[in-house]
């Protein structure tokens, strides 16, 4: 029995959920790339901190076609810059979970790449008003694929219900523009930056 449960995790996660109507199958793709920049000027008073991650997602469930709300992109970015000479906050921007049209995100190959271009109104703390932001970034993974999996069963009275997760991603180098006007907060390549990505499959027996 417990060999026949892998194969079905296995067989979840690598074939078209279609193959098993007859179960409560759900696959969830997920791509995901992120880069930390962080700059000090000239004077060494005026250092920017720039974070910004993207996702890709997809889910499949029960053999059907993603439904609304079920794939996507999304992105979150945060924007900080500080005077040190002067004590001051300049700037305070964050923005979660923006949603993006399919193609302002794509990762391609085996994760070899990815790109993002899109804009986004994000509130800044500071002045308490909402700023408009454009962001054209590229990642070229530039270190070895990484990854592993692991998988869980759950038996209950009558409900079995079987996970496995597999996982993937390596470093990265990225660069690109966050502007706002004229100043771009991203002069200079990211410190820390990856590209990833994790495949799920879930089967569940008489699970209401």
């Not at 250092?47 to 076609?65: C, K």
């Not at 692991?150 to 009558?158: A, I, L």
Request: proline content about 5%; glycine content about 10%.
């Amino acid at each position: 029995m417990k060999t026949l449960l892998k194969l079905l995790v296995t067989a979840a996660i690598s074939l078209p959920a279609t193959v098993f109507a007859a179960a409560d199958v759900i696959t969830f793709n997920w791509k995901n790339a992120n880069a930390y920049f962080s700059i000090t000027d000239s004077s060494g008073c005026i250092s920017t901190s720039v974070y910004v991650t993207a996702s890709d997602t997809t889910g499949l469930p029960s053999g059907s076609p993603p439904a609304p709300g079920e794939a996507g992109s999304t992105m979150t970015a945060g924007i900080y810059q500080n005077d040190a000479c002067n004590g001051t906050t300049l700037l305070d921007v964050f923005a979660s979970d923006v949603p993006l049209a399919r193609e302002d995100f794509e990762v391609t190959g085996n994760l070899t790449s990815a790109n993002l271009n899109t804009s986004v109104n994000a509130y800044d703390w500071v002045s308490g008003t909402y700023i408009d932001f454009i962001l054209n970034l590229i990642w070229t993974r530039t270190g070895p694929l990484e990854g592993g999996n692991t998988g869980f069963v759950f038996r209950y009275p009558r409900c079995h219900m079987i996970s496995r997760y597999r996982g993937s991603g390596g470093a990265a180098a990225a660069s690109g523009t966050v502007e706002h006007g004229t100043t771009n907060y991203t002069p200079a390549p990211a410190l820390f930056s990856g590209i990833n990505s994790q495949l799920t499959g879930e089967i569940m027996s008489n699970c209401e």
